[in-house]
């Protein structure tokens, strides 16, 4: 199956600081989305962005789908931004479902005052 | 829009007894759903998929007669482990999309269900 690895697994950050996490996935995909999960395990939809370039506030996202790999970008963090944050993939197949996804480890982000 | 809901939030239960999970779409038809397991400091894992009106697709690995998943309605999904054990404790989400049966696009997930079997 594809495969999704995420980069850093770990990251620290003082308030105020910018970050890129980055996905890297094994194959070519029709559906990538970024989540941030947080402390209570709540699953929160930051961008669906199989491709392109999108951005919601402090947040944006850059999906190079011919290179394999997908960047959040987070600006000006703050300590609510804490969490995990997970990519996740489903493969272009091609003529069949296209929709189930695959998650990354996720990386663990710590904004501290 | 596009929230999912789940019941209950947590549940602890004793070794032996089944129980239930509800998922539902609030504002939105669901034409399929999704059922994950976490467990802790790790990554999501896909148990299901199931389409409204037909048989769960099971992932590799998942005992189809443990984890027994209806999918009644378009806005309504269950997950019930039977035959609770310890080692069935996990974090449980859902997760809903709409679309064809071929491409769907977001899925939206729901708030979780904590098990602790005892």
């Known amino acids: 199956g594809i495969q999704v690895e995420q980069s850093p697994p770990d990251l620290i950050l003082q308030e105020g600081a910018n970050s890129t996490l980055r996905c890297n996935f094994s194959?070519?995909?029709?559906?990538l989305q970024w989540f941030h999960q947080n402390p209570w395990g709540q699953l929160i939809n930051l961008f669906y962005?199989?491709?392109g370039t999108k951005q919601n506030g402090r947040l944006s996202a850059t999906t190079v789908a011919t290179e394999r790999y997908s960047l959040l970008y987070i600006s000006s963090s703050q300590t609510t931004d804490s969490g995990v944050y997970f990519c996740?993939?489903?493969?272009?197949?091609?003529?069949?479902?296209?929709?189930?996804?695959?998650f990354g480890k996720g990386t663990k982000l710590s904004v501290i005052p | 829009g596009a929230v999912v809901s789940q019941h209950p939030s947590r549940v602890i239960c004793k070794s032996g007894t089944s129980v239930k999970i509800e998922c539902r779409s609030l504002?939105?038809?669901?034409?399929?759903m999704f059922w994950y397991r976490q467990f802790p400091k790790q990554s999501l894992m896909l148990m299901a998929t199931?389409?409204?009106?037909?048989?769960?697709?099971?992932e590799q690995g998942v005992e189809k007669d443990k984890f027994l998943i209806n999918h009644a309605s378009l806005t309504l999904s269950t997950l019930t482990v039977t035959s609770a054990h310890p080692e069935d404790s996990s974090f449980y989400i859902c997760?809903?999309?709409?679309?064809?049966?071929?491409?769907?696009?977001?899925?939206?997930f729901g708030p979780g269900t904590r098990l602790l079997v005892l």
């Open positions: 997760s809903a999309s709409w679309g064809t049966p071929i491409f769907q696009e977001t899925q939206y």
């Open positions: 194959d070519s995909v029709n559906n």
């Open positions: 962005i199989p491709s």
């Open positions: 996740a993939v489903a493969p272009d197949l091609s003529g069949a479902g296209s929709y189930q996804l695959t």
């Open positions: 504002d939105f038809q669901a034409t399929t």
């Open positions: 199931s389409n409204e009106g037909s048989k769960a697709t099971y």
